[in-house]
């Protein structure tokens, strides 16, 4: 019968042996620890966006080589989240955690030294596997140390950092990109990784899943990993290759057909890699999705939101992050505030109420135009941070806190595993509609703004750097062609962007009702 363990009073090989014993007993130094490593990772991924301009310029790198940059490290990490979870799970949290921050630190250092794209592209899916180990494994960590009492709150801290991480990277890299170079944005890893590191061999407690001599599902590893490449290779090429092409449809067909086929093999499995039997709590598989669906809010409206400020209104890289630190603060705010409600009313509330808060701020956005104000801006980049925040919260409590402690790590790397999925459909999906809508308007905005018709006829091959935010202007270009060229663009590139939140805001009306009328009114896991 397996069990799940945390020892309290056994350390690693490699700690000091007068570690006191209260220290490893301590769950909020736990929470510390994978914290720093939590904040690493999350940090990297959106500082990335920032840089890939730079890097693209230094490396000669065109369009598609700067699309594998992000798309590298994204499939490796989807694919093998849920991997990541249960080897924790089976040979120790704090062990795959710990390995985890080694590699990432040891990959981030590659990137800046490897002196061409393709080498950048190598490390970064190297670091896409190591991500894999260390992300589900804070949430694993967090589930087996907390009282169930204490759970949400560690979770809302948990949140908090992933939030705050995430929407600081546009500032952070920016400032160094300006005043560095695009290799300090990896360099920055080494001293985050190695203190993060030396704090856990410290702090960290033993804690997995005793399950004796099981065999390790090999066959459902390869099964989800083959059919989880094959999913998400499809999403992030939809944008390129067009939707309705057939390598964008035959990918993500192949994809969904492998991972039923998983699904089938999983439920036959005495010791599986995911547990069928943990979507049978209905507050779990709701949270999943409504994860998905928050990611796929946040991280595509970030993409846009940062193009319209620097490639609309022409703003660098810190103007742009300074004039997104509401979603910032707000995340702050949000994410423990949102576990404080999740712990006392249950996610049922506090999930309606942030999606509810994020379809707002779409709606909000349907008043933006290529010249918006700040005072425009600010109200709805604050409902996304606190809706974000408080979904975030609550959905990782109803995923990992209604699953067995023993599925700790793979409940982590589940819902890691959605919040990747969503992300990636977030990006590529938004991103698609823009370009579509820019092709279908940029030539009558281009007229209306007083463009010659044949001339606008002529612009319609730049509608994909118009899809970008980028005006088809030359420095040979008469003044006021140039002027009506750029607000013919921008007002295309708009109307990309209110396609694009209309369906952000269909997408949060959605979560909110099935979070609303789907969850259980109180938490409960589901048997082991």
């Not at 080498?119 to 804070?138: C, D, E, S």
């Not at 600081?168 to 360099?187: K, Q, R, T």
């Not at 005495?270 to 069928?276: D, I, V, Y």
């Not at 606008?456 to 899809?467: H, L, Q, S, T, W």
């Amino acid at each position: 019968m397996s069990s799940t363990t945390v020892d309290t009073s056994s350390l690693p090989h490699s700690s000091p042996p007068d570690v006191p014993r209260s220290r490893r007993a301590n769950p909020w130094l736990t929470l510390i620890a994978v914290a720093i490593g939590l904040f690493m990772v999350n940090l990297d991924g959106s500082v990335v966006a920032i840089a890939n301009p730079e890097i693209g310029r230094d490396l000669d790198a065109s369009t598609a080589d700067l699309q594998w940059v992000t798309n590298a490290y994204l499939i490796a990490m989807a694919a093998l989240l849920i991997l990541g979870g249960k080897l924790g799970d089976r040979l120790g949290r704090h062990t795959v955690y710990m390995v985890g921050t080694v590699g990432f630190t040891l990959a981030s250092v590659a990137i800046a030294l490897s002196g061409s794209i393709e080498g950048v592209i190598a490390f970064r899916a190297v670091q896409g596997l190591f991500g894999a180990l260390l992300i589900p494994n804070t949430l694993g960590l967090l589930r087996a140390v907390f009282p169930p009492q204490k759970f949400g709150m560690a979770v809302g801290l948990w949140a908090m950092v992933a939030s705050c991480s995430t929407a600081l990277g546009p500032i952070v890299g920016g400032l160094l990109i300006e005043h560095v170079n695009w290799e300090s944005v990896f360099y920055i890893n080494a001293p985050i990784g190695v203190f993060a590191l030396v704090f856990s061999l410290f702090v960290l407690p033993k804690s997995k899943d005793s399950t004796g001599n099981h065999r390790f599902d090999v066959p459902g590893v390869l099964l989800l990993s083959v059919g989880l490449v094959a999913l998400i290779f499809g999403v992030v090429k939809g944008e390129t290759w067009g939707w309705a092409s057939g390598g964008t449809l035959g990918s993500i067909a192949a994809g969904l057909a492998v991972l039923a086929v998983f699904c089938w093999y999983e439920t036959r499995q005495e010791h599986p890699l995911l547990p069928m039997r943990l979507f049978r709590n209905r507050s779990l598989t709701i949270g999943t999705i409504v994860t998905a669906i928050n990611f796929f809010v946040m991280l595509g409206v970030i993409f846009f939101v940062m193009l319209y400020l620097q490639n609309v209104r022409g703003f660098t890289p810190v103007e742009a992050g300074v004039r997104t630190l509401p979603f910032s603060l707000a995340t702050v705010v949000a994410a423990p505030l949102g576990a404080a409600l999740t712990q006392r009313f249950g996610p049922r509330l506090t999930m309606p109420v942030g999606m509810v808060l994020q379809a707002a701020a779409s709606l909000w956005m349907l008043t933006w135009d290529a010249g918006s104000a700040f005072s425009a801006m600010w109200p709805p980049f604050l409902a996304i941070g606190l809706g974000v925040g408080m979904v975030m919260s609550a959905s990782s409590d109803a995923i990992v806190g209604n699953a067995p402690r023993k599925d700790g790590g793979v409940a982590g790397g589940l819902q890691a595993t959605s919040l990747q999925i969503g992300g990636a459909l977030g990006t590529s999906v938004l991103v698609s509609l823009i370009s579509g809508k820019v092709g279908s308007t940029l030539t009558g905005e281009l007229t209306s703004a007083g463009v010659p018709a044949g001339a606008a006829a002529g612009f319609g091959e730049a509608k994909d750097a118009v899809a970008m935010g980028v005006s088809p202007v030359s420095a040979d270009m008469p003044a006021q062609l140039k002027a009506a060229v750029i607000e013919g663009s921008g007002n295309a590139f708009m109307n990309g962007v209110h396609s694009a939140v209309i369906v952000t805001a269909v997408l949060c009306a959605a979560g909110a009702l099935l979070a609303a009328f789907g969850m259980r009114g109180r938490p409960g896991a589901v048997a082991g």
